[in-house]
């Protein structure tokens, strides 16, 4: 019936979504690779083209580095942590633990409340002398430790609030993929007398690939785009400890005013991001060998 | 299903003790659905109190008064005051209705322009769908968040800057919402679309009368996590707002503790609580839908 339909019909109905996903996802996209080989204008020098001196400046500057090698090793360290946790979380649950709803509430609220504002209380946590972290090293004697004021620490310590936002999140996918698996299965695996381990290791783990792929997919695009807790905590500080590449970009573009800079950082981003989609697709199409 | 043997026995000797009383010997205790020994007990609700742990120290200094904001007594006396005093010193009820608005203006939109594009991917074949359909895609990929350089420029451009509708017009076309709903309205049985055509209704009626209420648990799963994003949105709304009268809640509450503030920690969990609150007693009092919404946004 549909096909009988005037052709222009469905461009009708795709028009207003498709010029705004093109208006702020495609076009701003290409403006950045334009806008990347052009000086930023300021006052008195317009804009010219410089060719590749944007990325020449990049690959001249430590922050860059930094906040690139900060960013990769920021997900390389949260998403396996997140991922593991989520995993045992609803494995937890899974279980008929007592108050296990309430638990269930308990992981599944950092997910709910604004990093913006958690970041806040954990900020409070880590502050040296009186935060709650100071205090039950104090009480233990352990002594004081400045944990965001050090380059050390702080990003582990930032890494510590993201984890703790997303695994109750992941959990979520991981319970529901758990509830999915047949009852048959545990009772097959528990006539062959198979332990607990043997039985995640070889029936719910593969069954769960699907899901990992899925979560693991998110987690990496949102190591690259979570800054909230960043502008609260530490501003990309102590001495570029904490800088992550977004965070840069906002810096660059609204605190510097060099949106060419911040356009050649935003390409590199961009980069990141398509390797993550060039993953992902290869791995959905590898992802029919478990359905 | 084998469950553990004794509901009472909750150590692994004692259940391995009670499995081997069983008649069935060789039936090992073991269900993954089964009643938890009480290392899992224990490690649950140890990372349970972990986890809730900044929510918990978040409302014990906010009712708290300040000198006790960092001493954990337990007759410490209780006080509303701070709450009283944060909404005071700054304009959260302003920041909640900018919120309200500004949800509200973003879901409605998403709502409209996903259910077009949805339809149209789902019921028509046309030339040029799988070259739309992977324009929708990217945007799964590059989400405006990442693109705020080139999106500012526009916003200001359109003479946008400083005003919610600013803030949200990125975010309107979702291609979340659209995959979501595309693959709603493709479960839907040809028939009923058929025999509806066959009653003279034409493809907006149909979309109307047939698709949308079928889809009706979708809208409901979009609905929640579409508003839960942008109630905690952060970055974007920092970048276009510069006044009280635009700011979310969000960027209020940073504001705020930024440079108001110090740290009187009794004010700034208050205010911080104050921020969360509407959105997390939504999300007690809807928990199961809430949660179903990730699951079903997240499965398809």
Avoid: C
Avoid at chain 1, 71 to 83: D, E, M, Q
Avoid at chain 1, 184 to 195: D, P, V, Y
């Amino acid at each position: 019936m549909n096909r009988s339909s005037a052709s222009w019909v469905p461009w009708l109905l795709l028009l207003p979504a498709l010029v705004l996903l093109v208006a702020f996802t495609h076009y701003p996209a290409a403006a950045t690779l334009w806008h990347s080989v052009f000086s930023t204008a300021r006052a008195g020098a317009s804009s010219v083209y410089v060719g590749p001196e944007n990325y020449q400046a990049l690959a001249d500057d430590p922050v860059f580095w930094q906040a690139l090698r900060n960013n990769l090793l920021f997900a390389l360290v949260t998403v396996p942590v997140a991922i593991v946790l989520s995993i045992v979380m609803a494995l937890w649950v899974h279980r008929q633990v007592p108050g296990r709803a309430l638990l269930r509430l308990a992981y599944f609220t950092p997910a709910i409340l604004p990093m913006i504002a958690v970041a806040n209380i954990w900020l409070f946590f880590y502050t040296p002398q009186y935060g709650l972290i100071a205090q039950i090293s104090q009480a233990f004697g352990w002594g004081d430790h400045n944990w965001l004021g050090q380059p050390g620490t702080a990003l582990p310590a930032l890494m510590v609030v993201t984890i703790w936002k997303e695994a109750g999140f992941f959990m979520i996918f991981y319970l529901a993929a758990l509830q999915q698996i047949s009852p048959t299965l545990a009772e097959a695996a528990a006539l062959e007398g198979a332990s607990r381990w043997q039985f995640f290791r070889r029936v719910q783990w593969p069954l769960l690939m699907p899901t990992t792929v899925f979560v693991v997919i998110n987690a990496v695009i949102n190591a690259f785009r979570l800054v909230d807790h960043v502008v609260v905590m530490t501003r990309g500080g102590p001495d570029n400890a904490t800088q992550l590449l977004l965070y840069y970009i906002y810096q660059v573009a609204f605190s510097f005013w060099d949106t060419s800079y911040a356009a050649a950082l935003t390409v590199v981003l961009l980069t990141l991001l398509a390797i993550v989609a060039f993953v992902k697709f290869r791995l959905l199409d590898s992802r029919t060998h478990y359905q | 299903m084998t469950t553990s043997a004794n509901p009472s026995s909750a150590t692994g000797t004692s259940d391995a003790a009670a499995r081997a009383g069983k008649a069935s010997a060789s039936l090992p205790a073991f269900s993954p659905t089964g009643r938890a020994n009480l290392l899992d007990v224990t490690g649950a609700w140890l990372l349970g109190l972990l986890w809730l742990l900044p929510l918990l120290y978040g409302v014990w200094s906010a009712i708290h008064p300040s000198a006790y904001a960092t001493r954990f007594v337990l007759d410490a006396p209780l006080t509303l005051e701070n709450f009283v005093h944060a909404w005071q010193a700054a304009p959260f009820g302003r920041y909640l209705i900018n919120t309200f608005v500004l949800v509200t203006v973003i879901l409605v939109a998403q709502i409209v322009l996903a259910t077009l594009a949805a339809y149209a991917f789902a019921r028509f074949t046309f030339r040029g769908r799988e070259v739309a359909f992977m324009i929708v895609l990217v945007q799964l990929m590059v989400m405006p968040d990442v693109l705020i350089v080139e999106n500012y420029r526009t916003i200001a451009w359109l003479g946008l800057r400083d005003t919610i509708l600013g803030i949200a017009l990125p975010y309107f076309a979702s291609a979340f919402g659209i995959f979501l709903l595309r693959q709603a309205f493709k479960t839907v049985p040809r028939e009923l679309d058929d025999a509806a055509r066959v009653e003279g209704a034409n493809a907006w009626q149909v979309l109307w009368r047939v698709y949308v209420p079928l889809a009706r648990p979708v809208y409901v799963a979009y609905a929640l996590v579409s508003i839960s994003h942008h109630w905690n949105n952060f970055l974007w709304p920092l970048i276009v707002t510069n006044s009280v009268e635009t700011r979310p809640l969000t960027v209020g509450l940073q504001v705020f503790a930024a440079t108001d503030q110090g740290i009187d920690w009794s004010l700034i969990t208050a205010a911080t609580l104050m921020t969360a609150a509407p959105l997390f007693i939504a999300f007690l009092l809807f928990q199961r839908q809430f949660v179903q919404s990730f699951m079903r946004a997240g499965i398809r």
